[in-house]
């Protein structure tokens, strides 16, 4: 079979799993290291032509990571095209095998079931979770908002996510609003904006600042079960 993947988190999934069914991937896909297959472009602008010539059975997408246009333009190109949507950490298990097994007609690996066993081994979540601010992006400031995988971890995670009832889900916020919106922490991921401890802490002068792996919030894949270990310590 010959699959082509729009989306990082998936590829890595695919690779882990059986990595001589790609055949293509986005600029943006990283993991893991050395991947030998052809290069079609970016998650928001794939090069239809360069994916259609590579002649795949199957072209892996997200519904929030690609666009329709471009999921509308290999239809017509005469693809298969399965779109995943993942918003919650269920989603994800569910969509993850799916994408696999019914996708891709591989056996259900076992490193998703590891995934799955460690985070229903973590313990609760705190009846008192502490607020937080999630910021993704700076100039202009931009922080998690509503119905978000990420959301959805830090949730699972004890941390509950100020902003979580926004209407909208990438919402555009101040940096003195998101000081006063009595968040007790704000939560700093490497990507997609690039935050580091010289690099965002400095605009949160009153709030303690947690500097964590965006794969490891972001991604959903063979990293869920890395991100079940060191997220919680990397939260205190």
Same mark, same amino acid.
């Given at each position: ?13 695919v ?10 991937? =986005?600029d943006?896909?990283?993991?893991? @290291? ?6 079609i472009g970016?998650?928001?602008?794939p090069?239809?032509?360069?994916? +259609?010539a ?13 666009r329709?246009?471009?999921?509308d333009?290999?239809?017509? +190109? ?15 298990? =569910? ?19 590891? +995934?799955?066993?460690?985070w229903?081994?973590?313990p @609760?979540?705190? +009846? ?19 119905? =978000? ?13 100020? #902003?979580a009832?926004?209407?909208?889900? #990438? ?9 006063a ?11 997609p #904006? ?25 991604? #959903?894949?063979?990293?869920?079960t890395?991100? @079940? ?8």
């Amino acid at each position: 079979m010959r699959v082509v993947s729009l989306v990082p988190s998936l590829t890595e999934a695919v690779a882990r799993t059986a990595p001589g069914l790609l055949v293509g991937v =986005t600029d943006w896909c990283t993991h893991p @290291a050395g991947l030998a297959a052809a290069r079609i472009g970016g998650t928001k602008n794939p090069d239809v032509a360069a994916i +259609a010539a590579l002649a795949p059975d199957l072209v892996i997408a997200n519904e929030e990571e690609n666009r329709a246009p471009d999921l509308d333009a290999l239809r017509a +190109a005469g693809l298969d095209v399965l779109v995943t949507e993942v918003r919650t950490l269920d989603q994800a298990f =569910t969509e993850l095998h799916h994408v696999l097994v019914d996708g891709c007609g591989l056996a259900r690996p076992r490193w998703l079931d590891t +995934a799955e066993a460690a985070w229903t081994a973590l313990p @609760a979540p705190s +009846a008192s979770p502490r607020p937080a601010v999630v910021p993704i992006w700076r100039r202009p400031w931009m922080v998690l908002g509503h119905d =978000t995988f990420a959301g959805d971890l830090l949730a699972r995670l004890g941390i509950r996510n100020v #902003y979580a009832d926004h209407p909208e889900r #990438y919402p555009r916020v101040p940096v003195d609003e998101l000081n006063a919106s009595g968040a007790e922490l704000v939560v700093l991921p490497d990507e997609p #904006y690039r935050f580091t401890a010289d690099d965002g802490p400095e605009a949160f002068p009153i709030l303690p600042a947690a500097l964590v792996d965006g794969r490891l919030l972001t991604w #959903y894949g063979p990293s869920l079960t890395e991100a @079940a270990r060191v997220l919680p310590s990397a939260l205190r």
